[in-house]
């Protein structure tokens, strides 16, 4: 079964950094992008872009380029998102997916809840 | 204002027959960029529903159907279901002077009656 599993959730100070990860199963790690999507609570879906983790490929959405940071460790087939400094305005549920061949996302991590607060 | 125009809310009784709207413009649907839909049950991560504008992925029932159209695309529901009412979702991808980059529309919740 193709799987993708998310960290858990997180509380976080303004200015502070964050590396959260996304582990993925039953398919070859290095061969589909992975996407990241936010959810603001009670918000749509925003594409913040994706990530090849077998040839560290990276597109970010204009709107997350210079935010954020992907990456992967292919030794444990997971990928990564990380900020260097927070906000206030980073408070989202985070989820990763598999870019399939058909260009959609499936499957979905369960979803990373980051809290960004003084 | 996302890029991908949905209507907030749609509703219906159980039995009844629903569909939710997915507009977009020459730089995205009309393109030639597939639609794709999703389902997000409360309190749960986004799950496929349809892939390529029309596809059902293994395990989707067939009450689920969708159609893709000039710019538009719409996502049909026959016969449902209580456990129907979710947040839905369709993805195209968008062409910009960035590059071509993934694009959500902005929802729709489903109430069952």
């Known amino acids: 079964e193709v799987q993708l599993v998310q960290s858990g959730a997180e509380v976080k100070k303004p200015g502070e950094s964050l590396k959260i990860s996304c582990k993925g199963s039953g398919y070859s790690f290095t061969n589909y992008w992975i996407g990241w999507v936010r959810q603001v609570p009670g918000k749509g879906l925003e594409w913040m872009g994706v990530f090849y983790p077998g040839d560290s490929d990276t597109r970010y959405s204009p709107s997350f380029q210079g935010q954020v940071t992907f990456s992967a460790d292919k030794s444990i087939s997971t990928a990564f998102l990380q900020w260097s400094s927070l906000k206030a305005s980073d408070t989202a549920m985070y989820y990763c997916?598999?870019?399939?061949?058909?260009?959609?996302?499936?499957?979905w991590g369960q979803g990373t809840l980051v809290t960004v607060s003084s | 204002q996302s890029v991908l125009t949905q209507p907030p809310s749609v509703s219906g009784a159980p039995g009844q027959r629903v569909t939710i709207s997915c507009t977009g413009s020459?730089?995205?649907?009309?393109?030639?960029?597939?639609v794709h839909w999703y389902q997000q049950l409360p309190g749960t991560a986004p799950k496929l529903l349809i892939h390529?504008?029309?596809n059902r992925p293994s395990g989707v029932p067939d009450r689920f159907s969708a159609s893709k159209s000039g710019t538009s695309a719409s996502l049909a529901i026959t016969g449902l279901q209580a456990e129907d009412e979710a947040d839905y979702y369709c993805q195209s991808y968008d062409s910009s002077l960035s590059g071509s980059n993934a694009v959500f529309g902005g929802g729709t919740k489903l109430t069952v009656l």
């Open positions: 997916a598999r870019q399939a061949l058909s260009s959609s996302f499936d499957p």
């Open positions: 020459s730089s995205n649907i009309g393109a030639g960029y597939d």
């Open positions: 390529g504008n029309s």
